[in-house]
């Protein structure tokens, strides 16, 4: 069955610092993955996606890598900010019912 | 302003007890979701929405039940034989369906159900 990793343990980083957080898959190869903020209490929202023939995307202070050959997706966040903290989560896309890894939680300490 | 939404924020049930909790769209999207996720708990989807007057069942559908009469609407009833409904429910919708690049989902701000 198809299986999304993502670490259950928190990331701590200091401001400034930069943040990755690892998305790995199994049994599946998606076409283009997706990442998600979600912030206590609310709903998750979008933040990139990109396509397997892409190997990096970027917007503003985030960066994404998609490695098909790894089933790996890297998230980076550069010159962290308090305000960066929150659970972010990988979505693999193109199979069929859309799902979602458990999301890694970013603590960014001032 | 285009968006999604969820009412109410709380919703209280009792046993025994059917409620339903609203999620309307006007992004004119054609899908639509509902999640349900609890402490520290990932999203696993309930039911799902391609079109209008077609749903079908997520991973865990079992206790609950949807309806799609409008494109803009998607209500979720959760049923008494739902034994264990207290979680965080949240709605999305997206342009296109899973597995188009137009799967991108916006979600709304959730309705944290407690069984009284």
């Known amino acids: 069955s198809q299986k999304i990793e993502q670490n259950s343990e928190a990331l701590n980083i200091q401001e400034g610092k930069t943040a990755t957080l690892t998305c790995n898959y199994t049994n599946y190869s998606p076409a283009y993955l997706q990442w998600y903020r979600q912030d206590p209490g609310r709903g998750p929202v979008f933040l990139l996606l990109i396509r397997e023939n892409e190997k990096e995307k970027r917007k503003e202070r985030l960066k994404v890598t998609f490695d098909t050959t790894l089933k790996q997706s890297l998230f980076h966040i550069t010159a962290s900010q308090p305000a960066d903290s929150a659970t972010y989560l990988c979505?693999?896309?193109?199979?069929?019912?859309?799902?979602f890894g458990r999301g890694t939680s970013l603590i960014v300490h001032p | 302003d285009g968006g999604i939404t969820q009412s109410p924020k709380y919703l209280f049930r009792k046993e025994g007890q059917n409620v339903t909790l609203s999620c309307e769209q006007n992004?004119?999207?054609?899908?639509m979701y509902w999640y349900r996720q609890d402490p520290g708990q990932g999203l696993r989807l309930i039911y799902y929405?391609?079109?209008?007057?077609?749903?079908q069942k997520g991973d865990i559908a079992e206790g609950y039940s949807v309806s799609r009469e409008k494109k803009e609407s998607f209500p979720l009833t959760v049923t008494s034989a739902q034994k264990n409904p207290t979680a965080f429910y949240l709605c999305a919708s997206s342009m296109g369906l899973a597995g188009t690049v137009q799967e991108t989902q916006y979600f709304g701000p959730g309705t944290r159900l407690l069984v009284l």
């Open positions: 992004l004119n999207h054609d899908a």
């Open positions: 929405s391609q079109i209008v007057n077609d749903f």
């Open positions: 979505a693999p896309g193109g199979s069929y019912i859309p799902t």
